[in-house]
């Protein structure tokens, strides 16, 4: 019923800055909260940000002061700013959306940080 579709991955020097989106369609259901999750090469996947409908925030501490999480409600879309991006921030990164309901899942987008 909803579609989450990631973009603006892509490589990147260290200490360069991106900026991934992630856009919600197909339904009009409500919303409660989205956030954004990666898994690095050969790791698990873990919880980066997330966002409430009301605009709360909150930061793994691994990315505490370097990234910002925002959304916009009238675009149904969630934006994961990175800044002074280090070789372990290198992972895929995957859209997470939350209903009363239900839970979705984007495909991911690959962000690489090398020199």
């Known amino acids: 019923q909803v579609q989450l579709v990631e973009s603006g991955g892509g490589l990147v020097q260290p200490g360069g800055s991106l900026r991934l989106s992630c856009a919600a369609s197909?339904?009009?259901?409500?919303?409660?909260?989205m956030s954004w999750y990666r898994q690095p090469p050969g790791k698990q996947r873990e919880w980066v940000a997330g966002?409430?409908?009301?605009?709360?925030?909150n930061y793994a501490d691994s990315v505490k002061g370097r990234f910002t999480i925002s959304r916009d409600n009238a675009k149904n879309t969630v934006y994961l700013q990175m800044n002074s991006l280090k070789p372990e921030d290198t992972a895929v990164y995957y859209c997470?959306?939350?209903?009363?309901?239900?839970?979705?899942w984007g495909r991911g987008t690959q962000v690489t940080v090398s020199s």
């Open positions: 197909g339904s009009s259901v409500t919303i409660n909260t």
């Open positions: 997470n959306a939350r209903s009363t309901l239900y839970v979705y």
């Open positions: 966002v409430s409908s009301g605009g709360s925030t």
